[in-house]
């Protein structure tokens, strides 16, 4: 047998119970992992990016003190029920003012566009800002869940935990975002 250690992947589940016995190790590694998503959950939603580091930071305090996780769904739909929630709280408590997202690209991976040339970037800044108007136009919750299925990439079951519906429930509320989204968009920009 190698003398050479085998690094083993820990999960998500496995460093939550650590933490909440007190590893800092853990707890940091699991920051590690999901800050910049969370980030960009809330940035998504609200449109401003220390508001969304703060938030963040609340949701990562609270991922901290609690004492009673117990597996019983992945680690992220727990933490994005969180997120959810602290969302929530925070809109109940202030009206979030908009803030155009081009004018933060660290939120957002820009490494791929160097190649780019400026007229380019141009195009992709203004559909970036007619997408963000037309999602503006949603609902609150049409906003939510187009954002935690097309962007943030979770799949219908979590979704569904995270809002208390069934998946099948989900599905039809991203059916009907998407076609709100589609005519919200023409409404705006006359693209019958």
Known sequence: MSDSVKSVAI???QLMLKSQDGDKKA???LVGRWNKQIINFFYKNIGNQEIAEDLAQEVFISVWKTKNYHPKAPFY?????IAKNKLIDYQRKKKPELVSIENNPEVMDLSSQNHKNMDDLLIEADE????????NQL???QRMILIMSKFQKLDYEDIGILMNC???NVKVKVFRAVKNFV????????ND
């Open 11 to 13: 999960t998500d589940e």
């Open 128 to 135: 970036e800002k007619m997408i963000k108007n037309a999602m």
């Open 183 to 190: 005519k919200k968009f023409r409404e705006l920009y006359g």
């Open 27 to 29: 707890f940091y590694t």
């Open 166 to 168: 069934t998946s099948g």
């Open 77 to 81: 739909s727990w933490l994005y029920k």
């Open 139 to 141: 609902t609150e919750e």
